[in-house]
């Protein structure tokens, strides 16, 4: 299911958190109202691509599903977020209403584009739609049309055109108060009541209509149900020609009378229509209760009740096991992203952001994400050891351990056991490691084994390995002195296995034989050398005469130079 680009909507969320305690409200009230719009850009983006796959039946209803959730969510930033007093309440509402039902433009439009747009069988509706939406300038536009054309009647149009221009509209950043406001409002609707009673209109049926719906008329207003379609636009409209200057607390009679109204008593309301009208009744809870099971989408109730519960909105609200709701729905929003292939990165900072139960869920979510590459696994690796999550640190290690060497892979085992300090683990990967070498004659993955470090002090197994391979390297290097110091010290701090003897010993021959190696290196050679019985006694008997050769050569030398 194609849902909002949860990319996008994540990186505001993470915005959102960061938003310090100690900012003063008034300053955090523009910036939860510019998140909230981003919040709706992203909706919008993610409508607008889908609406180029509509012919496909499932896309419509996912569209239909992301219009739902914009209406409510706009609703919600006017109603609670920016949480408009009476005057600009209404502006909102305008604004809320023109943004859902766009059809007018696309009509109007259609109407000015052709060729008479005074004869276009969509005229009037054009007009009525615009008055409706208090969009009265561009009403006055398309009537001009009309009056232009009928010289005999250009009196009632002018009548009509000075009602529309004068009608008061609140300005908030004015110096006008709400109270000078209202008076004026009524002075202009007692000069279209006037009107009517005076039948201005009597000789045009569609501007004595226009001219109805600017006095209030609610039976007129509501005859004109095929152009408002909806109830709340029927609200808004109704409030717009009898009461501009409603306060918050009596939308709710409003809201309520006008859904019963729009929609007779035979038909029953739809899962919106309640979530608006709890909207308008302030009760917030009550809409997002009903958009998680109206809506089935986590990503909408999550990220708005977050916005909604940053906003201090939601704090009389404890669950019944502890979470509060915010907390509830972000986790239940992330342990969904946890189950994608690509998107599960984005759920650990939603995890981050829940200090009840985040923890605990991404414990145990991380567990269940599918190690299908070392790449993938490094990225989980990192995810825990930033939160010192030890214990998934070393069930990671330990299964790309596993695999690596199922995979004869002996390079990345060792370093993943390391990574997992785990003792054991290692010891039987550096045994591996020396089998190979008795096998081959030579190591593999030198990079890893000449750069073990203090990770060689995990096992005693990994300590022999790490310093037999520098053995090798200095020998490699003609170091023969520091080559044989290492050697002896392995073959004395007994911790070579004791299958490797024979070939440290065979290993020590070749040094003998260097000027270098002093008497005590042979001496300690030959007393630390007892060896099995089961060790071939020919073998065993080379390497006696071999270093008594070189006891005799060490004495006879040392006698030279002190003489």
Request: negative net charge; contains cysteine.
């Amino acid at each position: 299911r194609s849902f909002p680009e949860r990319s996008e909507s994540h990186l505001i969320f993470v915005g959102l958190q960061k938003i310090k305690e100690d900012v003063p409200s008034k300053n955090k009230k523009s910036q939860f109202v510019s998140i909230s719009k981003n919040y709706r850009s992203v909706i919008r983006a993610c409508m607008e691509e889908l609406q180029q796959n509509a012919g496909k039946r499932h896309m419509t209803h996912i569209v239909s599903i992301l219009l739902a959730i914009e209406l409510i969510w706009n609703l919600c930033e006017v109603l609670f977020i920016d949480a408009a007093p009476a005057g600009s309440l209404l502006l909102h509402l305008l604004d809320w209403v023109r943004l859902h039902k766009s059809d007018v433009d696309a009509r109007a439009r259609e109407v000015l584009q052709s060729d008479s747009p005074a004869h276009h069988q969509s005229y009037w509706d054009v007009v009525i739609s615009l008055v409706l939406q208090g969009r009265v300038d561009e009403a006055r536009q398309v009537l001009s049309k009309q009056a232009s054309l009928r010289a005999e009647s250009s009196s009632v149009f002018k009548r009509m055109d000075v009602l529309l221009h004068t009608m008061p509209i609140f300005n908030p950043t004015g110096t006008q108060t709400l109270t000078e406001f209202d008076v004026k409002w009524r002075h202009w609707h007692e000069e279209c009541d006037r009107c009517l009673q005076d039948n201005t209109f009597a000789s045009n049926r569609h501007l004595e209509t226009i001219c109805k719906i600017l006095v209030g008329d609610e039976d007129t207003i509501l005859e004109q149900k095929e152009l408002l379609s909806t109830w709340y636009h029927f609200l808004v409209t109704r409030l717009l020609f009898t009461h501009p200057t409603i306060k918050p607390p009596d939308l709710h009679y409003y809201a309520q009378s006008s859904m019963s109204m729009f929609l007779g008593l035979r038909a029953s309301p739809e899962p919106l229509d309640i979530i608006l009208l709890s909207a308008f009744e302030f009760d917030l809870h009550q809409v997002i209760k009903d958009c998680s099971i109206a809506l089935n989408n986590w990503w909408f109730v999550a990220h708005l009740t977050d916005l909604l519960d940053h906003c201090k909105l939601l704090q009389s609200h404890n669950l019944h096991f502890g979470s509060n709701l915010r907390e509830f729905l972000v986790l239940e929003y992330a342990s969904g992203l946890f189950t994608h292939h690509s998107l599960w990165q984005l759920a650990v900072d939603y995890f981050d952001h829940c200090p009840e139960f985040g923890r605990v869920y991404l414990e145990l979510q991380i567990e269940r994400v599918p190690l299908d590459t070392e790449r993938k696994a490094i990225k989980v690796l990192r995810i825990c050891e930033d939160r010192q999550m030890s214990e998934q640190v070393r069930s990671i290690c330990k299964i790309m351990a596993k695999r690596a060497l199922r995979n004869n892979r002996l390079g990345s085992a060792l370093s993943w056991s390391i990574r997992a300090k785990d003792a054991a683990f290692a010891t039987l990967i550096s045994e591996r490691f020396l089998q190979d070498y008795c096998n081959k004659g030579s190591f593999t993955d030198l990079d890893l084994l000449d750069n073990l470090g203090p990770a060689m002090l995990l096992s005693d197994r990994l300590t022999f390995l790490g310093k037999y391979r520098e053995f090798h390297r200095l020998y490699g290097e003609n170091r023969f002195s520091e080559a044989a110091k290492l050697l002896l010290s392995l073959m004395t701090a007994k911790i070579a296995p004791r299958s490797l003897w024979m070939t440290l010993l065979t290993d020590a021959l070749p040094l003998l034989e260097q000027k270098e190696v002093k008497t005590q290196t042979t001496h300690a050679l030959q007393s630390h050398f007892t060896l099995d019985e089961d060790i071939e006694s020919t073998k065993t008997e080379l390497l006696r005469l071999a270093l008594a050769r070189n006891l005799a050569m060490a004495i006879v030398k040392e006698g030279t130079i002190e003489t």
